[in-house]
């Protein structure tokens, strides 16, 4: 989240809000008039908008996912196979944060959030920055959405 400051005329105050409300998801807009009183000042606080819907439930997710021993298998072999410090396919890292999603998932069940929470968070952060930088979204939700689509597709 982040405030914007725009100082302008007082006939663009329309169309630049306007055009905010489009570019960013945006909260109210405060106005004030300058100190010489021939401009508008207008304060916004913004974010960026959410990656698109929708967002399927981990049950959909993974209806077509392969056991997790048998992932937990793939994710090694993949990794074991390449040379240090390779850059791997979007696949690899759509399959490995999806099954360390679906191992937090099951954690969750147990008790408090722990490391599996906040390792499925990380590799869920690190696949939506390879897509799409600078979206703000919840990163597990996007991973199931997009192995929802990837499973469907291959």
Known sequence: MFEI???CDPA???RLTAALSGAFATGAVRQYPT????RTRLYVTADHRPAPG???TPDEAYA??????????WTARVLAAAECFTE?????YLRKAALLDRIALLDETDGPHGDVTET???AALHLLDMDQPGVICDPRAYVRQQYAHWATHH
Request: net charge negative; charged share 35%.
């Open 5 to 7: 400051r725009i100082i």
């Open 64 to 73: 077509l996912a392969p056991n997790i021993v048998s992932e937990i298998g």
């Open 88 to 92: 791997l396919e979007r696949d690899y």
């Open 35 to 38: 100190r010489d009183t021939k």
């Open 54 to 56: 929708p967002w399927p």
């Open 12 to 14: 663009d105050t329309d």
């Open 120 to 122: 499925a968070e990380a």
